[in-house]
């Protein structure tokens, strides 16, 4: 993939500078670059079809999140990215990345703000201290730390979106992060926000966010990251805490493997039996994509996630509803995910995606609406970057 834009726009300025600094001695100075010199702008536009094999009634796809229409094309998304690198003279930066279709309408569910075809993924300010230059402040919306995958899912090895990412973390917070940079190998990020996924907070108490991250060597990497504090409505003295810890592996140029742990509770949950016990979750996850030629990239993802203590993470299915159980159960659920990515230009792309996924509970849905413990889907995706 190349460059983003910003980069590429800051290098070809600086080569221009270059060439007119003899121009610019003798017939007077080059004007300073402006603020506004480096702003880039970079994006993409997704499209897919998600066909479940087991023909659901609803027409749902049981334990998704971006891809939940089942046997139908798909607009996933349009992303816009505006942004501005922290400059050695000005020390600030910005991104804005507005997302348009499906993939917006998503994020606005769940952050509980409508269900509108337009949405602000992110927005951020980013200053770093002069005195400090190791270390760099951002305000605004980001999204989570946690998990191998990302919710712009052309920047994942799979195109469906993962257990561990739709079940056990959150997609974005509102506040305010620091980030200080020990060195090209250590860095570590604190936080202060709203709670998962939410705009306004919806109780007197904040949510505390977290990572460490390094690169040893060139070919690995490591993190560990999670949250603390409140996130149900006032009056509570309910606390959620998410731990997750990623490592990545390049053995060769061609084949990048990577694992993920997560592990939270919920304190004082309403929804446990007598209303006020600890529900808990723990997953983990693989991942392996090899290159087979400079075109063709096969990869392969297993995960297992175990959710005790009446399914809070899980909830309830439309197979669950249908038979009458509106609470959901505890259960443990798998999935093996086979996808062929071709890379047609150098900026077009599709993936064509097997998903298996079962349960100990029967959990998903047949035609007749009856439950069945495992799901088939067959998907593809296109998508063009700039």
């Not at 490592?247 to 997560?262: E, I, R, V």
């Not at 592990?263 to 929804?271: E, K, L, M």
């Not at 009446?310 to 999935?335: C, D």
Request: proline share 3%; glycine share 8%; charged share 15%.
């Amino acid at each position: 993939m190349r460059s983003p834009r910003w980069i590429r726009k800051v290098v070809v300025n600086s080569l221009i500078g270059i060439s007119t600094a003899g121009f610019g001695r003798a017939y007077g100075d080059t004007p300073a670059a402006k603020w506004y010199d480096t702003i880039g702008m970079s994006g993409y536009l997704q499209a897919s079809y998600v066909a479940n094999l087991n023909d659901p009634k609803s027409r749902v796809n049981a334990d998704r999140q971006f891809d939940t229409n089942s046997n139908s094309f798909i607009f996933n998304s349009f992303l816009l990215q505006i942004a501005k690198p922290v400059g050695d003279s000005d020390h600030y930066g910005f991104t804005v990345k507005l997302k348009a279709g499906n993939d917006a309408q998503v994020l606005n569910t769940v952050a509980g703000t409508g269900n509108a075809s337009f949405a602000f993924q992110e927005a951020y300010l980013t200053y770093a201290v002069p005195s400090l230059p190791k270390l760099q402040i951002s305000g605004g919306k980001f999204v989570t730390l946690e998990g191998v995958e990302v919710v712009d899912t052309i920047y994942n090895p799979n195109f469906s979106e993962g257990l561990l990412f739709t079940e056990a973390e959150c997609i974005a917070h509102t506040g305010a992060r620091a980030v200080y940079t020990f060195n090209d190998k250590v860095n570590a990020t604190f936080g202060v926000i709203n709670g998962w996924d939410i705009a306004s907070d919806n109780n007197d108490g904040k949510t505390v966010t977290w990572q460490v991250a390094t690169t040893p060597t060139k070919q690995t990497s490591w993190s560990f990251q999670g949250t603390y504090g409140k996130e149900l409505p006032d009056p509570t003295h309910s606390q959620r805490l998410s731990l997750d810890t990623v490592g990545g592996y390049n053995p060769t140029d061609k084949l990048s493997l990577n694992a993920q742990l997560n592990w939270g509770q919920q304190t004082n949950d309403p929804d446990t039996a007598g209303g006020a016990g600890t529900s808990h979750w723990s997953g983990a996850g693989i991942w392996a994509s090899y290159a087979a030629t400079s075109k063709f990239t096969e990869i392969a993802r297993f995960e297992v996630l175990n959710d005790q203590n009446n399914a809070f993470r899980f909830g309830s299915s439309p197979a669950l509803i249908n038979e009458g159980n509106l609470t959901g159960v505890n259960q443990t659920v798998k999935e093996f995910t086979l996808t062929h990515k071709t890379q047609l230009t150098s900026n077009m792309f599709t993936r064509l995606e097997f998903r298996h996924d079962w349960s100990n509970q029967a959990f998903f849905e047949k035609s007749d609406g009856s439950a069945v413990r495992n799901q088939n889907t067959i998907s593809a995706d296109w998508y063009v970057t700039f």
